[in-house]
C-alpha cells in the first residue's frame, strides 16, 4: 500500500509539480475571465462590438508568433538537454524575440483602442475585453522578463542541473501560456471576427 | 562509444521531429480556424466548428508541448489537471447558464414580480 503512495522520485518531479499546481490556479483565473467575457460581450453601451474592433489579420500574426515562440522554447529545453549550447541560445533568442514580437502588436492594439476613445471604460464589454486580453499580456511580459533572468543568470554562473530544471519550468510556463492564447484567439477573436 | 553518440543524436531528432509535427498541426488548425471565420464557412456550425478546433489545438499542445500522461506513476499532475480543468468548466459554463436565464427571468416588472411571488406562495413550502 504505502508502495503505491510514493513519494516523488526526485527534487525536479516535485518542483514541476508544484509549478503545475501553480498553472491550474492561472486556470481558474482565466476561466473566470472567460466567464465574465463571454457574459459581457453583447453589452457595448451603444460603443463598438468586439466584431468593429478586431482586425484579424494582426491576430493572425500575433498567433502565429506565440506558437512559433513556443516550439523555439521546446527546441531550446530540448538543445539544452542535449548538450548543445550553440544551439541552445539560438533558440531562446528566437523564443525571446517572438515573445516580444507578439507582446509589441498587443500593445500597438491597445494603444489604438485607447487612442480611438474605445478604453476600458467605455462599456462593460470593453472591460471585460481588457481585463482578459491583459492579463494574459501581463503573463506574457512576467515570461519575457523571465527569461532575461535566466539569460543572465547562464551568463554568471553557467549551465547546471539547476539551471536545466529552472529553464524546464519557464518553457512550462510558455507553453501554458500559449494554450491560453487558442482560447483567446477562438473565443475573442475568431467569434469576434465571424460576427457570432 | 560512437554507437553511442549515435543513439543520442536518434533521440534527439525523434524529439525534434514530434515538436515539429505539433507545431505545424496547430499552424494548420490555426489557418482552417482564421479562414473559416472571416469567410463563413461552415454556415451555422461555425460557432461549433471553431470551438472543436481550438479543443484539438488543445490536446495537442497538452500532448506534445507540456508532455501531459507522460509521466511515471503516481500521476499526479495528470489527476490535479483533470480535477481542476473540470472545475473549471463547471464555473464557466455554470455561469453562462446562470446568467442567461437571470437576463430572461429579471425582465418582469414590479407588479409582476409581486404576482409571481404570490403565486409561488400559494403553492406552499
Not at chain 1, 453601451?45 to 502565429?64: C, K, N, R
Not at chain 1, 524575440?97 to 471604460?121: A, K, N, P, V, Y
Not at chain 2, 494548420?28 to 489545438?57: D, K, R
Amino acid at each position: 500500500m504505502t508502495k503505491n503512495v510514493a513519494v516523488l522520485h526526485n527534487a525536479d518531479a516535485t518542483t514541476r509539480l508544484g509549478f503545475w499546481l501553480y498553472l491550474l490556479s492561472d486556470v481558474m483565473i482565466f476561466g473566470s475571465l472567460f466567464a465574465t467575457y463571454m457574459v459581457l460581450r453583447h453589452n457595448t453601451a451603444g460603443g463598438p462590438s468586439i466584431h468593429d474592433i478586431v482586425e484579424p489579420s494582426t491576430v493572425l500574426l500575433q498567433t502565429i508568433a506565440l506558437l512559433a515562440s513556443s516550439f523555439t522554447a521546446a527546441m531550446a529545453q530540448l538543445a539544452l538537454r542535449f548538450n548543445k549550447p550553440k544551439e541552445f541560445m539560438q533558440f531562446v533568442l528566437a523564443t525571446f524575440g517572438f515573445g516580444l514580437f507578439f507582446l509589441l502588436m498587443e500593445i500597438g492594439e491597445f494603444r489604438t483602442l485607447i487612442d480611438e476613445g474605445h478604453s476600458w471604460q467605455a462599456s462593460a464589454f470593453l472591460s471585460a475585453f481588457f481585463a482578459l486580453v491583459g492579463t494574459h499580456g501581463v503573463h506574457i511580459a512576467i515570461g519575457l522578463l523571465w527569461l532575461m533572468v535566466l539569460v543572465y543568470r547562464l551568463r554568471t554562473r553557467g549551465v547546471d542541473d539547476n539551471f536545466k530544471r529552472k529553464f524546464g519550468l519557464f518553457a512550462l510556463f510558455w507553453h501554458f501560456l500559449d494554450i491560453v492564447w487558442i482560447w483567446l484567439f477562438t473565443i475573442v477573436y475568431m467569434f469576434g471576427a465571424a460576427g457570432i | 562509444m560512437s554507437v553511442g553518440k549515435k543513439t543520442v543524436e536518434k533521440a534527439f531528432e525523434n524529439y525534434y521531429y514530434q515538436y515539429a509535427l505539433g507545431f505545424i498541426g496547430a499552424l494548420i488548425i490555426t489557418y482552417v480556424a482564421y479562414f473559416g471565420a472571416i469567410n463563413q464557412w461552415f454556415g451555422s456550425l461555425l460557432p461549433g466548428v471553431l470551438l472543436a478546433l481550438a479543443t484539438a489545438q488543445f490536446f495537442i499542445q497538452m500532448v506534445v508541448f507540456l508532455h501531459l500522461g507522460k509521466e511515471d506513476k503516481p500521476r499526479y499532475t495528470l489527476i490535479s489537471v483533470v480535477y481542476v480543468f473540470l472545475m473549471m468548466l463547471i464555473i464557466v459554463v455554470v455561469s453562462l447558464w446562470i446568467m442567461k436565464n437571470m437576463n430572461y427571468n429579471m425582465h418582469a416588472a414590479p407588479e409582476q414580480m409581486y404576482e409571481y411571488m404570490l403565486e409561488q406562495n400559494k403553492k406552499g413550502f
